[in-house]
């Protein structure tokens, strides 16, 4: 199915807290960035992303995310800067991913094909590559992207997706991005001029 | 000239605090976001830029900015991370703009062409697609990349700029960015896998 300029796809984002790795490769739960969450929501926003769900089981951590989110949504926030608010609207706060895979599935009535993104991903199997994934977003299939915070998704994560993206290579075999920066580039690659 | 891959390209980025527009389109010098230095030092190291200038006249601007550059090169961050060491020492740190190009101009030989972005931008003489911008890096043309803060770049920077790039349009038409994403976008368009 052909879409339409300026309408957005079935295209879902999740950043993930839990379970990440830390520097040694422990399993942790991350602290919420506030900036991540503006800027991941204001790219969802600008490539037509019907939804950005911050995955933290942590009370503490989930206040805090609402807490943003209201005053960029209902409090002065939203009056003072009505293209943030915009963005923010996009984003929902869920314990886990299972908890969004079971939101989308009711808005689509499809179980969204689950795509990790992975910096340190050495091509194998469960590969895809930016064109694979391009085209199944623009035939119109619901998918969800999975960013990872802290040294990336766990591998725990990892079991319960479909597919791995190609990492963001640049020109010069460094392959260390902010989670806000490389998100913007498979965003771009994914679903720019779409 | 044909480069190889791995090699540095001729290409630089220059993140502007002054002069640029506040949300009123006063003119202003704005506060350094010191997260910004990092995630466009890890972009420009990522896609091969040769040097990252960070410009502000502002000394207590300018001495903030060295002090981070300090703990991680020479600190204790240069130990903690390697990575972000080897990012943060692409970055110079200057008062304006034309310091930054004359430094250009000793190390490559000649005068940078200047592309300016903007968010705002409509399309007129001085437009530049990312492919024509692309071809030029490509060819090895000596390019300098100007990154506006706050409400984006002064018209008296403008002045001082070749071509002004077509701006980042995901598809919705919102197109309100962070400086970091449009970066990570722009640097992937015109030098991602060249």
Same mark, same amino acid.
Not at 139 to 165: C, P, Q, R, Y
């Given at each position: 199915?052909?879409?339409?300029?300026?309408?957005?796809?079935?295209?879902?984002?999740?950043?993930?807290?839990?379970?990440?790795?830390?520097?040694?490769?422990?399993?942790?739960?991350? /602290?919420?960035?506030?900036?991540?969450?503006?800027?991941?929501?204001?790219? *969802?926003?600008?490539?037509?992303?019907?939804?950005?769900?911050?995955?933290?089981?942590?009370?503490?951590?989930?206040?805090?995310? #609402?807490?943003?989110?209201?005053?960029?949504?209902?409090?002065?926030?939203?009056?003072?800067?009505?293209? #943030?608010?915009?963005?923010?609207?996009?984003?929902?706060?869920?314990?886990?991913?299972?908890? /969004?895979?079971?939101?989308?599935?009711?808005?689509?009535?499809?179980?969204?094909?689950?795509? *990790?993104?992975?910096?340190?991903?050495?091509?194998?199997?469960?590969?895809?590559?930016?064109?694979? *994934?391009?085209?199944?977003?623009?035939?119109?299939?619901?998918?969800?992207?999975?960013?990872?915070?802290?040294?990336?998704?766990?591998?725990?994560?990892?079991?319960?997706?479909?597919?791995?993206?190609?990492?963001?290579?640049?020109?010069?075999?460094?392959?260390?991005?902010?989670?806000?920066?490389?998100? /913007?580039?498979?965003?771009?690659?994914? *679903?720019?001029?779409?």
């Amino acid at each position: 199915m052909q879409r339409s300029r300026g309408v957005t796809l079935r295209l879902y984002m999740g950043l993930i807290h839990f379970p990440v790795y830390n520097k040694n490769y422990e399993r942790i739960a991350s /602290a919420i960035t506030t900036l991540d969450i503006h800027d991941l929501a204001r790219l *969802a926003k600008t490539y037509g992303v019907k939804r950005l769900f911050i995955v933290t089981p942590l009370d503490d951590q989930q206040n805090l995310t #609402r807490r943003v989110l209201r005053h960029w949504i209902d409090g002065y926030g939203g009056q003072y800067n009505r293209h #943030r608010k915009e963005a923010l609207e996009l984003v929902c706060v869920v314990p886990d991913l299972d908890r /969004a895979v079971e939101g989308i599935k009711k808005t689509e009535g499809e179980t969204p094909l689950i795509i *990790a993104t992975d910096a340190r991903h050495e091509k194998k199997d469960r590969s895809m590559s930016y064109e694979k *994934a391009r085209s199944l977003i623009k035939e119109d299939k619901a998918v969800m992207l999975l960013f990872g915070t802290a040294w990336g998704l766990h591998e725990e994560v990892m079991k319960k997706t479909d597919s791995i993206l190609d990492p963001v290579s640049g020109k010069t075999g460094y392959n260390h991005l902010s989670v806000r920066t490389a998100a /913007a580039i498979i965003l771009d690659r994914l *679903a720019g001029e779409i």
